[in-house]
């Protein structure tokens, strides 16, 4: 099973790779904006491009595998059986569409529900993030380390801007007990700050191609993810996540009782 892992981790490299570099090239090209559920959720022509890309390409190379993709160019899921990509072409396309800055690109790919392997690139920032549980966790190469330990007063907290300001589920008074929050705009990038130690946690409203990639590979380095109800991400509907080192589940939960 590790070298059909390692196999699709491959793949994911090399498309990734592909994308990144025409999402450069194109980057200050003219663009096609549409909403979508409102003035705020936009969709690009190269948000769509992008999908079909990845889509052509896992059907090519995995014809018995399902798709969840965010511009619905995959499969219409009826249960998480068998092998799933999550695919969400440009995560932050308001950032791609008004800074030109701070989006990603992003696979997850999961076997009967569980997670198997991901891969995220901040395209801009030329950094590609990708592994899992079986092969470890990669950042442009290089392996990194399972995190350690660490109090939540010493490092960041990845937000989500509305939910904050609301301070839904006191989600202040969590950020309360950190170094601070952060906002970007993509989930993708809060997860590379995650997992690559920068932050301890995250915490947002999440489609399930939002959060696929990310707790694919933080499975492979120590990082949790959590839905409200304190179980795994359910990737079937919109839901908030708690992302990040154990102990910013274990504080979030204090503050709901």
């Given at each position: 099973m590790?070298?059909?892992?390692?196999?699709?981790?491959?793949?994911?490299?090399?498309?990734?790779?592909?994308?990144?570099?025409?999402?450069?090239?194109?980057?200050?090209?003219?663009?096609?904006?549409?909403?979508?559920s409102g003035r705020n959720d936009l969709v690009t022509n190269l948000d769509k491009q992008t999908e079909q890309f990845y889509v052509q390409q896992i059907?090519?190379?995995?014809?018995?595998?399902?798709?969840?993709?965010?511009?619905?160019?995959?499969?219409?899921?009826?249960?998480?059986?068998?092998?799933?990509?999550?695919?969400?072409?440009?995560d932050g396309t308001m950032n791609f569409v008004r800074q030109k800055n701070n989006f990603a690109t992003m696979i997850g790919v999961y076997l009967d529900g569980q997670p198997l392997v991901g891969a995220i690139l901040d395209v801009i920032g030329a950094k590609l993030l990708v592994g899992g549980a079986e092969t470890g966790v990669q950042l442009n190469g290089y392996p990194l380390k399972q995190i350690e330990p660490a109090p939540i007063a010493e490092g960041l907290l990845g937000v989500n801007a509305m939910m904050y300001a609301a301070n839904k589920y006191h989600l202040q008074d969590l950020?309360?007990?950190?170094?601070?929050?952060?906002?970007?705009?993509?989930?993708?990038?809060?997860?590379?700050?995650?997992?690559?130690?920068?932050?301890?946690?995250?915490?947002?409203?999440?489609?399930?191609?939002d959060v696929a990639a990310g707790w694919a590979i933080?499975?492979?380095?120590?990082?949790?993810?959590?839905?409200?109800?304190?179980?795994?991400?359910?990737?079937?509907d919109r839901e908030v996540i708690i992302a990040g080192i154990p102990e910013i589940w274990r504080s979030f939960q204090k503050l709901q009782n």
């Open positions: 590790v070298q059909a892992t390692l196999k699709i981790q491959q793949d994911l490299v090399e498309w990734l790779s592909i994308v990144g570099d025409q999402l450069r090239r194109d980057l200050h090209s003219p663009l096609k904006v549409s909403t979508k059907r090519a190379h995995y014809p018995e595998a399902h798709i969840c993709g965010e511009e619905g160019f995959g499969d219409q899921l009826t249960d998480l059986s068998g092998l799933v990509f999550f695919v969400d072409p440009i950020a309360a007990q950190t170094s601070g929050v952060r906002v970007t705009g993509s989930a993708g990038l809060e997860f590379i700050q995650v997992i690559t130690g920068q932050q301890n946690g995250y915490v947002s409203s999440l489609s399930p191609w933080g499975q492979g380095i120590g990082i949790e993810a959590h839905n409200l109800a304190g179980q795994q991400p359910q990737l079937r």
